[in-house]
């Protein structure tokens, strides 16, 4: 059992920065991948980005450059620092939890102004 908790996420101009976290808790598992989605209404649900239990991370296209997710074995936190925001990063970010089983947050809302 994998709890996930966001948070961080609200409302910024284009061209701001944000750092969203995920808390997780119960039974980590070190090896586990974790990983940022985002969705925006009437779209499917994107990967935005991803880190393994040894560090290594994924990106989607268009957030390369300006995205790092980063991930604290300490404190079982991961962090996503979006920066260079543009209006089309709007969505609701969604934290995974992935070692056999599947887990999700229940989403934080960002909102990236004109």
């Known amino acids: 059992q994998v709890q996930l908790v966001e948070s961080g996420g609200g409302l910024v101009q284009a061209g701001g920065s944000l750092r969203i976290s995920c808390a997780a808790s119960g039974n980590i598992v070190r090896l586990s991948t974790m990983g940022w989605y985002r969705q925006a209404p009437g779209k499917q649900r994107e990967l935005v980005a991803s880190?393994?239990?040894?560090?290594?991370?994924n990106y989607a296209d268009s957030v390369k450059g300006r995205f790092t997710i980063s991930r604290d074995f300490t404190k079982n936190t991961v962090y996503l620092q979006m920066n260079s925001l543009k209006p089309e990063d709007t969505g609701v970010y969604y934290c995974k939890y992935m070692w056999g089983l599947e887990y999700w947050g229940q989403g934080t809302q960002v909102t990236v102004s004109s």
């Open positions: 880190i393994t239990g040894s560090g290594r991370t």
